[in-house]
C-alpha cells in the first residue's frame, strides 16, 4: 500500500509563503494524476491543484491560480505545493493525494484518487 506523507505546513502571516513535500513511499507505484487538496473547518475538501503525471501538465482551482505552483522532483520521488500570497482563506488542513484512474475530467473529484496522506496544516494570519 503506497503512503503520502506532506509536510510544510504552519502558521504564517497574510502575504506570506509555504511550501508544502508530499513524499511517497514507493517509487514506480501507478498513478496518472497526483493532486493537493484542501479542508477548512466545517467545510468539504476542495480540489487546489493537480499533476497529469505522464505529460507534467498543471492544473489548479481558480482561487489559487497565479499564487500557488505545483511541482515535481522525480529524484526525490516529491510533489510540492508552493503558496505564494496566502490569504487568511487559504486556511485549511492540506492533503496530498494519488490515484491510478484519475483522469484530466474527474482530477477534481476527491473520490477518484485512491491514495492520501494524513494532511498538514496550513494557518493564515491576517
Known amino acids: 500500500q503506497v503512503q503520502l506523507e506532506e509536510s510544510g505546513g504552519g502558521l504564517v502571516q497574510a502575504g506570506d509563503s509555504l511550501r508544502l513535500s508530499c513524499v511517497a513511499s514507493e517509487r514506480a507505484f501507478p498513478r496518472s494524476f497526483m493532486g493537493w487538496f484542501r479542508q477548512a473547518p466545517g467545510k468539504e475538501r476542495e480540489f487546489v491543484a493537480a499533476?497529469?503525471?505522464?505529460?507534467?501538465?498543471?492544473y489548479y482551482a481558480d482561487s489559487v491560480k497565479g499564487r500557488f505552483t505545483m511541482f515535481r522532483d522525480n529524484a526525490k520521488n516529491t510533489v510540492y505545493l508552493q503558496m505564494n500570497s496566502l490569504k487568511p482563506e487559504d486556511t485549511a488542513v492540506y492533503f496530498c493525494a494519488a490515484g491510478p484512474l484519475v483522469t484530466i475530467t474527474t482530477m477534481k473529484s476527491t473520490s477518484k484518487y485512491a491514495y492520501w496522506g494524513q494532511g498538514t496544516q496550513v494557518t493564515v494570519s491576517s
Open positions: 499533476i497529469w503525471w505522464s505529460v507534467g501538465n498543471t
